[in-house]
């Protein structure tokens, strides 16, 4: 009896990896949850990103040419991800820079590993908003759109904290 219930298994899981698929496709509005993957229990939603974005924020920029952004993005899912773009409601450009050995460089994307964390970080990759609208100001709020290869876009909301927060670990 047990023999004849792997293809129906299958199929189960493959329908449910193609719900998520064009889930990720569709158009999204003020998403803040994240990304693909809301089916945690089935089969196919094991083999894709799980993603979730916490700990965001904009410190107050010293001046109006540029900030910095920080965030952690969580990949609970059993596929590896990557950040391949960011937007915001305050900056012309978003850049993604990754930093080694104290020298930061532009990137086109930062890596999401599946079971991971990519951590954007004083001092280590972060995001610079590039052609700001207006300088932010401690108390307001900076909306981030993140865009990913495989899942669909997160919409944050970070709040501007004073130029010098660092927040608890």
């Known amino acids: 009896m047990r023999a004849g219930t792997g293809r129906p298994l ?23 949850g994240g990304g693909s993957g809301t089916e945690s229990g089935s089969a196919g939603a094991q083999k ?19 900030a910095g952004g920080f965030l952690t993005v969580r990949n609970s899912g059993g596929a590896d991800d990557k950040l391949t773009s960011v937007t915001s409601d305050v900056a012309g450009t ?12 532009q990137v086109k994307s930062l890596p999401v590993p599946a079971g991971g964390t990519l951590r954007l970080s004083r001092g280590g990759n972060h995001l610079m ?16 759109t993140l865009h ?17 927060y660092t927040p608890d670990k």
């Not at 894709?48 to 540029?66: F, H, I, R």
């Not at 993604?96 to 050995?101: C, D, F, L, N």
């Not at 590039?130 to 909306?143: A, C, F, N, R, Y």
């Not at 495989?150 to 944050?156: D, F, L, N, R």
């Open 48 to 66: 894709l990103p799980q993603l979730k974005v916490s700990g965001a924020y904009v410190p107050q920029p010293p001046t109006d040419e540029m």
């Open 148 to 164: 990913f290869a495989k899942s669909g876009p997160v919409t944050v909301k970070a709040p501007v904290e004073a130029t010098n």
């Open 94 to 105: 978003v850049q993604m820079h990754e930093t080694v050995k104290q020298q930061m460089k």
């Open 10 to 32: 299958a199929a189960v899981a493959l329908g449910a990896a193609l719900t998520l698929a064009l889930g990720a496709c569709s158009s999204s509005d003020g998403d803040s």
């Open 129 to 144: 908003l590039m052609d700001l609208e207006h300088k932010p100001k401690k108390g307001e709020t900076v909306t981030f």
